[in-house]
């Protein structure tokens, strides 16, 4: 058995990650961690999760950790998260942590998009994208990894490998993505507020998302090109689940039969990946680790969907996905 620590229990993805451990034949959770002392029980805060947990949740220390866990998910929000995943690192444990901070390669660019100078920049050359589809061996050997960000996952799974086959320019790429409002999780914030985005459907931080240069990081990785897409986000008004709409030149000849063949192609031994004729839409996907993409082209242009449950894939279920590749499990357990 794996003694697992889960920080952040009492947000989305922490209630995310329990729903999926509680079927999970490997691991036992041994620790739900909070920064507060006065914390009612877990069932208090989730209580979907009666049944399921008795654990209560827990101020503990580092220390306390490390002795009652393996390994530790982190899904704290960024910058807490950094400050949270080092002493855990160096007591022994792995860690898989859900938040931004140790995906980006360059901490210049962390401090400039996250306004935040990073507390523990020497890891981010170790720490490894937690994406299976792309870097699933480096995945297997890491002690730290970092969970990808939910458009991200989104567009790098529609993209990637249309890039790596050379069949778009990685010049000129846009990415118009739609999320559900758990995206945002669960602390309450103005523009989530019921009244204000129900019945309502906004784009937000245009130009200045977190995610952009994600994005371009992992796919300049996979063309072996630097690139710089267009990202802009939207809120929907319904609990969860993302779409993205991603717009690219083909390659001189690539008709959509071809882009979707190179798709189903990559994707052929994926379990978590389907590509199809038809156009997918979030309730597909919703409570699944999957994703799903198709493709068309209009007047010259590709145009690939592709849908997830920012919860699941985007968040929990690629945890558990990395978890299972970390410790020796089929990458399936407790997701399918
Ligand atoms: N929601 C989503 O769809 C996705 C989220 N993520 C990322 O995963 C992480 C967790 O997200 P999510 O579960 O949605 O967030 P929530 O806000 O729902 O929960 C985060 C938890 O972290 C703890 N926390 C909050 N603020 C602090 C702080 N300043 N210092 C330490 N702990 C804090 C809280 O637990 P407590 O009060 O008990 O300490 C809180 O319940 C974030 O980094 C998020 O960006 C990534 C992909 C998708
Ligand atoms: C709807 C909504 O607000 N979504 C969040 C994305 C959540 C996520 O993946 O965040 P991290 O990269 O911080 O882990 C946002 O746009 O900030």
Redesign the pocket.
């Known amino acids: 058995m794996v003694r697992a620590a889960i920080y952040?229990a009492?947000?989305?993805?922490?209630l995310e990650l329990l729903r999926l451990l509680a079927r999970h034949p490997g691991v036992e959770v041994t620790a739900l961690v909070?920064?507060?002392d006065d914390?009612p029980r877990l069932t208090d805060v989730h209580p979907s999760l009666a049944g399921r947990f008795d654990l209560p949740?827990e101020n503990l220390s580092t220390q306390e950790v490390a002795e009652r866990a393996d390994v530790a998910f982190t899904?704290?929000?960024?910058g807490?998260?950094a400050a949270t995943v080092s002493p855990l690192l160096e007591a022994g444990l792995k860690v898989i942590d859900?938040?931004?901070d140790y995906r980006l390669k360059d901490p210049a660019v962390y401090a400039k998009w996250y306004a935040l100078e990073h507390v523990d920049p020497a890891r981010l050359d170790s720490a490894v994208y937690g994406l299976p589809e792309l870097y699933r061996d480096r995945i297997r050997e890491a002690s730290l990894v970092a969970?990808p960000?939910?458009y991200p996952t989104s567009a790098i799974l529609a993209l990637a490998p249309l890039l790596k086959a050379n069949l778009i320019d990685p010049q000129g790429v846009v990415i118009d993505s739609k999320s559900g409002v758990?995206?945002?999780?669960?602390?309450p914030k103005p523009n989530f507020h019921f009244p204000e985005c129900n019945e309502s459907f906004s784009a937000y931080s245009v130009g200045v998302h977190r995610h952009m240069p994600e994005i371009d990081q992992v796919l300049s990785d996979a063309s072996g090109k630097t690139l710089e897409v267009v990202f802009t986000p939207h809120l929907v008004p319904m609990d969860r689940g993302i779409l993205s709409t991603c717009y690219a030149t083909p390659a001189s000849g690539a008709t959509a039969e071809r882009l979707q063949a190179a798709l189903a192609e990559f994707y052929a031994h994926e379990p978590f990946v389907h590509v199809g004729d038809r156009l997918p839409g979030t309730k597909d996907v919703a409570m699944t680790n999957n994703c799903s993409i198709a493709v068309r082209m209009v007047r010259g242009r590709a145009i690939v969907v592709s849908v997830i449950d920012?919860?699941i894939k985007?968040?929990s279920g690629a945890a558990v996905q990395n978890f299972n590749l970390m410790h020796g499990f089929a990458e399936t357990t407790a997701l399918i």
């Open positions: 952040g009492s947000g989305y993805t922490g909070t920064r507060q914390l949740l899904a704290l929000p960024h807490a998260s859900l938040s931004a969970n960000g939910c758990s995206g945002a999780g669960r602390s920012n919860l985007g968040a």
